[in-house]
């Protein structure tokens, strides 16, 4: 009898707990549904907190296993030495939400993730991995010598691994480890480029441009052109070199230290030569503009003193030349080497060793993709032709500038050096 007591006492709160939490319906079933539907009820709770705990699992599974390649493989502050041609590209930097727009960027942090070079959730925030871009190129763009920083994980193999991710116009030469501070951007102090073009863009106005293959470069014209391009030499004021910058802006005066025309060189049949200038920084298109200047004044377009008066306060109309055969040579980190690299701890950031490895880059992917659009295209040719619509002479119009406010915007795609 004392024994029966607390059984019925214990199944009359049970009874009850069931009623409060919305179980009185069982009242009514028979005794054997009663039971399976309590079997139910009891163990859903425990399904739902087996899913929950498997979840967890497999979270503390993924954060164990990211902990021990970060264990295995610290993150390291790197800069990678880059080349790639810019054909088919939008640019170096990345356009996020802009997927259909591929940019060099894009495909490189592919490739990290892929290597497991960085997390996977880096990919999407670039500033978790520190990164930061040299210089940007625009839309067609090419470099021999970029420099990204960032960090990484020291994976063995870690060059051959990343580029067996990327295309093969895109490639990662070198790589060197920097201090934690280092920003490949603020740290530069000088970048170099080239400009590859056909030299029937130095020919007088009245040319056939229908005979480009059989024009060659006088010795006499060469030297014309080289004193013009020594002109930019020294601080000038660029504003007419760019789009939206006002005379007054200081961030419009740049300092170029050197400018020149190389020896011109035969392929395909056709003549090319490169130009080669290199300044602190550049502004969006006004390497372009600075060469469009000369070849507009050794056609014989413009006078000598626009350039000049290109640098004053007035606003100068100055051509643009094509952006097809531009590419970013080299990036300079003179101070950096006097600070750092000398200490023992690090290295130069001078890629001498990677020299034959760029010239046979440039000479695989970049040159032949400039000689081939060039001669099928005929950028350069097309250019020409609109020179003679530009006003030398005369202050730019309202009107003018906007007609050329509307070109900039429309190859902006990046800002570009």
């Not at 319906?25 to 705990?53: G, H, I, W, Y």
């Not at 954060?63 to 880059?82: A, C, F, S, T, W």
């Not at 960032?150 to 990343?162: A, H, Q, V």
């Not at 395909?268 to 507009?296: C, D, P």
């Amino acid at each position: 009898m004392f024994r029966t007591r607390p059984l019925l006492s214990a199944l009359v709160n049970y009874r009850q707990l069931l009623e409060r939490n919305g179980l009185k319906f069982l009242c009514t079933m028979s005794e054997e549904a009663r039971d399976q539907e309590t079997a139910k009820l009891l163990k859903r709770p425990n399904e739902v907190n087996e899913d929950s705990a498997e979840r967890a699992t497999k979270r503390i599974k993924a954060e164990g296993e990211h902990n021990e390649d970060d264990k295995r493989y610290p993150k390291k502050k790197v800069v990678l030495l880059l080349a790639y041609s810019g054909k088919g590209y939008y640019g170096m930097q990345r356009n996020p939400g802009n997927s259909q727009f591929r940019t060099i960027e894009d495909d490189l942090v592919t490739a990290l993730v892929k290597s497991g070079c960085i997390p996977g959730n880096h990919g999407d925030d670039m500033r978790k991995m520190s990164f930061q871009r040299c210089a940007r190129t625009d839309k067609g763009v090419s470099a021999a010598g970029q420099v990204v920083s960032l960090k990484l994980r020291l994976i063995e193999d870690i060059i051959e691994k990343i580029n067996e991710n990327l295309p093969p116009q895109i490639r990662v030469l070198g790589l060197k480890r920097v201090t934690q501070g280092f920003n490949s951007k603020n740290n530069c102090d000088a970048r170099t480029y080239a400009y590859m073009l056909p030299t029937v863009a130095f020919s007088p106005k009245d040319y056939d441009t229908e005979n480009i293959a059989a024009f060659r470069l006088e010795t006499e014209t060469l030297q014309k052109v080289n004193q013009l391009f020594a002109l930019y030499k020294g601080t000038h004021n660029f504003h007419n070199f760019t789009s939206q910058k006002a005379p007054s802006d200081p961030s419009a005066r740049r300092y170029i230290t050197e400018m020149s025309c190389g020896e011109p060189f035969v392929r395909n049949n056709y003549e090319f030569a490169v130009i080669t200038v290199r300044g602190q920084s550049f502004m969006l298109h006004q390497i372009r503009k600075m060469i469009g200047l000369v070849i507009a004044v050794i056609k014989g377009y413009a006078k000598e003193e626009v350039m000049e008066r290109s640098w004053g306060q007035e606003k100068v109309d100055v051509p643009k030349a094509p952006g097809l055969g531009l590419v970013l040579e080299r990036v300079h980190f003179d101070r950096y080497n006097k600070r750092f690299g000398g200490d023992g701890l690090h290295e130069r950031l001078e890629w001498d060793r990677e020299e034959e490895a760029i010239k046979a880059f440039k000479e695989a992917h970049i040159y032949p993709t400039i000689v081939e659009t060039e001669c099928e295209e005929g950028s350069m040719v097309s250019w020409m032709a609109t020179l003679p619509i530009h006003d030398f002479e005369a202050t730019v119009t309202g009107t003018q500038d906007n007609k050329d406010q509307k070109q900039e915007n429309a190859d902006e795609g990046n800002d570009s050096d």
